[in-house]
Nanobody, 111 residues
Framework: QVRLVESGGGLVQAGGSLTLSCAAS???????VMWWYRQAPGKQRELVA????????TYADSVKGRFTISRDNAKNTVSLQMNTLRPEDTAVYYC?????WGQGTLVTVSE
């Protein structure tokens, strides 16, 4: 079955960096659009970025220029490099494809 497992979250100071990874299995990864979403406490889940099978990327305005999404089709992984983190980036980050969501990984950015 389709499985998405996120990792890499943690606590970081404002201005710092983190890289999230999502390990995918159970579907043809190389043909799939892969998405990162996030949900902050008390807020709705929002799109962060996505990458097409061909490697084209799209970002939310709030992360443009700071975050980079990438994929490794040989390893069935999608990553999210997050730089210049801000307290408002604090959220649970989810990997998504089709109808499947990962369990999420918590990113906390302190002042």
């Amino acid at each position: 079955q389709v499985r998405l497992v996120e990792s890499g979250g943690g606590l970081v100071q404002a201005g710092g960096s983190l890289t999230l990874s999502c390990a995918a299995s159970g579907f043809i990864f190389s043909s799939s659009v892969m998405w990162w979403y996030r949900q902050a406490p008390g807020k709705q889940r929002e799109l962060v970025a996505f990458i097409t099978s061909g490697g084209s990327t799209t970002y939310a305005d709030s992360v443009k220029g700071r975050f980079t999404i990438s994929r490794d089709n040989a390893k069935n992984t999608v990553s999210l490099q997050m730089n210049t983190l801000r307290p408002e980036d604090t959220a649970v980050y989810y990997c998504h494809t089709g109808a499947q969501w990962g369990q999420g990984t918590l990113v906390t950015v302190s002042e």
